[in-house]
């Protein structure tokens, strides 16, 4: 039976026939040999942060699609704060035993090209936003409430005016994870139902944001 890391770190091996020069495929291969030991790394260090033993996974098909989509993010250069979102996605959904490819590629879609700032803004929507059930409705005090909770940590976090925050918020629009409600002055922005999930697979508050 093959055994998660040994799989983790056989990945590499496809990055072999680059089709570039002798002189250029020694160089991309030496920065994918380091993008690939530092992804093998997030990874294991996640699974024990979790106390998930690697004997605990079975590797199926739907954790082979998992790996393989981690590992074309660590390829193309995401950041190590990405790859420990990534990574504490599937230990969540392993702790759980709902380990789904598809549930994993989508949130690795958006997670994956979040930038710091984003991220940190992120973290505080969702944490201020775990204390309200689910269902959202549009208008009800408590999403006001928990959205001003998370505007001024992140602005005192990120030490940013108002407008700088609230052009981070529209910008996670695009992920999928935050939703933006009218009928207030300068908008509101509430976890949306794909970022109550991420949050319940994923303490992201916890993260260390600035790796």
């Keep these: 039976m093959t055994l998660l890391p040994d799989f983790i770190g056989d990945i590499a091996a496809s990055a072999s026939g680059l089709p570039f020069g002798k002189a250029v495929s020694s160089l991309v291969e030496g920065v994918w040999r380091k993008r690939q030991e530092r992804a093998k790394e997030v990874f294991l260090d996640e699974m024990r942060r979790g106390n998930l033993p690697p004997s605990y996974v079975q590797v199926d098909d739907e954790t082979i699609a998992i790996l393989l989509r981690?590992?074309?993010?660590?390829?193309?250069?995401?950041?190590?704060?990405?790859?420990?979102?990534?990574?504490r996605v599937f230990v969540g959904m392993a702790r759980v035993h709902s380990i789904q490819a598809d549930e994993f590629l989508s949130l690795a879609d958006s997670l994956s090209s979040l930038r710091r700032e984003e991220a940190v803004v992120l973290a505080d929507l969702?944490?201020?936003?775990k204390a309200i059930e689910d269902g959202l409705?549009?208008?009800?005090?408590?999403n006001v409430n928990a959205f001003q909770e998370?505007?001024?940590?992140?602005m005192a976090r990120l030490s940013i005016n108002e407008e700088g925050y609230l052009s981070f918020c529209g910008s996670l629009l695009r992920?999928?994870?935050?939703?933006?409600?009218?009928?207030?002055?300068?908008?509101?922005?509430?976890a949306s139902p794909m970022g109550k999930r991420l949050a319940k697979l994923v303490?992201?508050?916890a993260i260390?944001?600035?790796?």
């Design 70 to 87: 981690f590992n074309r993010a660590a390829m193309e250069g995401a950041a190590k704060r990405n790859l420990r979102l990534m990574a």
């Design 126 to 129: 969702l944490c201020a936003f």
């Design 137 to 142: 409705i549009e208008n009800n005090q408590k």
């Design 150 to 154: 998370a505007k001024e940590k992140s």
């Design 175 to 190: 992920t999928g994870f935050v939703l933006s409600i009218s009928g207030f002055d300068g908008g509101v922005y509430i």
């Design 203 to 205: 303490e992201i508050e």
């Design 208 to 211: 260390d944001l600035d790796a």
